[in-house]
């Protein structure tokens, strides 16, 4: 069922969403809130948009030009809904198409920044896949895979361009193993738990293309405390929806 709702903390921002489908999740709000916007900052690029709710919050932070792209149609749909239902449509454009096709397409070096929280499963043999389509795309690399990303990253991002992301702890070898060996210097990460005394189960990183050595390992973020509210750190983290667009 498609409804309308508050995004997740930010109260003057609403989003469409499709209840029966992969709704977005607490990942987008913590990368979007992560993610280094500076005042030059002028073309941003989000992989695999959904919703869009990432350009929903980036756009309290900047004024820069947002591209959400998103392979599946039902989605960009609802995140074109979106982004005219905040009246922002002169700062946020939704393209729906694979990003492989889109990176071919536009010349290299076309933003200053690119965000993504991408499918987290590698695809196998035995891997059980949910039989909606859209969970499956949203969960699995079955349309682009880890490197597939970080190929059309390296293309699409300009020098000294930054590339964040969200991924699982588990995958964050990997995930480092890329940023290297296409062109992304690692430069912050920052490892997320659900509750104190917990195990991570998220981890943002951060990159800057063609970068200077030196990595910043930042504090943990907690997201919830033993009552099940959220964390003060938390609160602090996404600024609570107070955010204002800033002049570029």
Known sequence: MECLNDLLGYPNRKIYQNTDWFAFSLDSVL???FVTILPRTKT?????????????????NT??????IEVQEDLAHLALKSVQYNQ??????IVQKDVQSYAEEMESD??????????????????????????TLARH????????????????????GVFAMVHRPERLLEILDLYRQYGLEP????????????DAHMVLIEGVKHGKPGLRLLAPLIIHDSNNQYT??????IKEGENEPKEL
């Open 232 to 237: 003060q750190e938390y609160k602090d983290f």
């Open 31 to 33: 990368l979007a809130n």
């Open 44 to 60: 941003i690029l989000d992989i695999g948009t959904g919703t869009a709710p990432i350009p929903l919050i980036l756009s309290l």
């Open 110 to 135: 076309s933003f200053d920044v690119i965000v993504s929280n991408p499918p987290y499963f590698k695809v196998e043999k035995n891997n059980f896949h949910n039989q909606d389509l859209h969970k």
């Open 141 to 160: 690399e079955v349309a682009l895979s880890l490197e597939e990303l970080f190929q059309c990253v390296r293309k699409l991002l300009k020098n000294d």
């Open 187 to 198: 430069k912050k990460i920052q490892l997320v738990y659900p509750k104190e005394g917990k």
């Open 63 to 68: 004024k820069a030009k947002i591209v959400g």
């Open 88 to 93: 922002l449509d002169d700062q946020i454009s």
